[in-house]
């Protein structure tokens, strides 16, 4: 998938667990764990603004383009 998420990065940068995150964000330890694993085909805004608040980031930091290679 060209759309890579770097959130267990962030995580680790700020050190921060997963379960503190998805308090603060409001949102379910699974929730978060799916998004980690980029197994979510999307993650709405206001979400992603909150993650960005508790982590200090944009986001940017936390989502990845990446082209996918032709054979």
């Known amino acids: 998938m060209p759309i890579v998420v770097n959130l267990d990065v ?36 206001d979400t992603l603004e909150k993650i960005c608040a508790v982590l200090e980031c944009q986001p940017g930091d936390i989502l990845e383009y990446r082209p996918e290679q032709e054979e």
Do not use: H, P, W, Y
């Not at 764990?33 to 980029?38: A, I, M, P, Q």
């Open 10 to 45: 962030m995580l680790a940068k700020r050190k921060v667990r997963s379960r503190d995150l998805a308090e603060q964000v409001g949102i379910t330890e699974q929730n978060i764990s799916l998004l980690k694993s980029g197994k979510v085909k999307g993650v709405r805004f």
